[in-house]
């Protein structure tokens, strides 16, 4: 059977991973059996999560193991026309190229508080005696990667006022409809989902979750999908 690897849940959600939670989204979805396993990117081909093993096949990388699972099991997108499919592109690398780094800024650098909250959910499983060590080389390392992208280079409120932005534009387009491109769901809905749930619905206090808050019907997509597609992680957690 198929097995993602992706961080160990945590939260009460997902997965504390906007990728990892966008590729088992996209599993649920699609009704396609699978299994999960928790592992470290240390571990992963690529040195990221999420990876997944299907038939001896490795694939990492979510928008390559989508390609995978749209072409072996069940293409979610297969009735969108040209133009909506120009927009899933479009707004998936918003979600994941832009507002991503706003999200990842906001839990390894924004406050110490974020930052003990996000240390705990990702490093208490490791060895006492490497965790400290361990879970400071990868803030490190992750803070070089944001100033790199170029979010790190800002003042903390501009950070957010372009992360504002983007929640406007996914709230704007989504509207009052079910899911991002109509009434049923498709991989641009577990790109925003998987994003969104990590920015509204986890414990990392910012002003981009007050903003995504504010937003009801994000909010009410999130909670939506959740309860349609994840109630086993709700009662377990
Ligand atoms: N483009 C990748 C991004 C995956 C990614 O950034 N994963 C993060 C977790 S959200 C990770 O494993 N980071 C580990 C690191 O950078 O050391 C995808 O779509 O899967």
């Known amino acids: 059977m198929l097995k993602l690897y992706q961080f160990e849940r945590t939260w009460g959600i997902p997965n504390l991973s906007p990728f990892c939670c966008k590729v088992e989204t996209y599993l649920r979805f699609a009704g396609i059996d699978y299994e999960t396993e928790a592992?470290?990117?240390?571990?992963?081909?690529?040195?990221?999560?999420p990876y997944i093993v299907d038939n001896d096949m490795t694939?990492?990388?979510?928008?390559f193991i989508i390609f995978h699972l749209k072409s072996v099991y069940r293409d979610l997108d297969d009735e969108l026309n040209a133009?909506?499919?120009?927009?899933?592109?479009?707004?998936?690398?918003?979600?994941?190229e832009h507002l991503f780094w706003i999200a990842l800024y906001s839990r390894w650098q924004y406050s110490?508080?974020?930052?003990?909250?996000?240390?705990?959910?990702?490093?208490?499983?490791?060895?006492?005696?490497?965790?400290?060590?361990?879970?400071?080389?990868?803030?490190?390392n992750i803070q070089r990667q944001i100033y790199g992208q170029g979010t790190g280079r800002h003042r903390p409120e501009e950070i957010f006022?372009?992360?504002?932005?983007?929640?406007?534009?996914?709230?704007?387009?989504?509207?009052?409809?079910?899911?991002?491109?109509?009434?049923?769901?498709?991989?641009?809905?577990?790109?925003?989902?998987?994003?969104l749930i990590n920015i509204i619905s986890c414990p990392i206090e910012s002003p981009l979750k007050d903003y995504g808050l504010t937003k009801r019907n994000l909010v009410a997509?999130?909670?939506?999908?959740?309860?349609?597609?994840?109630q086993d992680i709700r009662q377990f957690n």
């Open 112 to 140: 110490d508080e974020n930052w003990q909250t996000n240390k705990k959910a990702i490093f208490s499983a490791l060895p006492r005696i490497i965790r400290d060590f361990g879970a400071s080389l990868t803030r490190r």
């Open 83 to 96: 133009t909506d499919l120009a927009i899933s592109v479009a707004l998936q690398r918003l979600i994941e």
């Open 39 to 49: 592992a470290l990117p240390t571990t992963a081909p690529k040195g990221k999560l």
């Open 161 to 195: 006022t372009l992360g504002n932005q983007d929640i406007d534009a996914l709230a704007a387009f989504l509207g009052d409809k079910s899911y991002f491109l109509g009434d049923s769901p498709t991989s641009l809905d577990a790109s925003a989902f998987g994003l």
């Open 221 to 230: 997509y999130v909670d939506r999908i959740m309860n349609e597609y994840f």
């Open 59 to 63: 694939l990492a990388d979510s928008r």
